[in-house]
């Protein structure tokens, strides 16, 4: 397998336990509760984090899978 197929896999896999995390929580789930959960927080020093989950969510956005509401001042995001 190519290293592109192999990332295409592992994308199509993070966003399927993404899916299935967010189909248990009808309330939805932030970002960094997401990460936590799924293992895949990020291990930086500095301000920024978790900006895996940031872009896998983005692109399950776009799909029109998930979306995200403003819930008293935050801004979980849902199965659509």
Same mark, same amino acid.
């Given at each position: 397998?190519?290293? #592109?197929?192999? !990332? ?5 896999? =993070?966003?399927?336990?993404? &899916?299935?995390? /967010?189909?248990? +929580? ?15 927080? #990020?291990?930086? !020093? ?5 900006? =895996?989950?940031?872009?896998? &969510?983005?692109? /399950?956005?776009? +799909? ?17």
């Amino acid at each position: 397998m190519k290293p #592109s197929e192999k !990332a295409a896999k592992a994308r199509a896999d =993070l966003e399927d336990a993404i &899916l299935e995390y /967010l189909k248990a +929580r009808p309330e939805g789930a932030i970002n960094n509760q997401i990460a936590r959960d799924l293992g895949l927080e #990020s291990d930086f !020093a500095g301000r920024q984090k978790n900006y =895996l989950t940031y872009s896998l &969510l983005g692109g /399950l956005i776009t +799909r029109g899978l998930v979306k995200r509401e403003n819930v008293g001042g935050k801004k979980p995001f849902k199965i659509v």
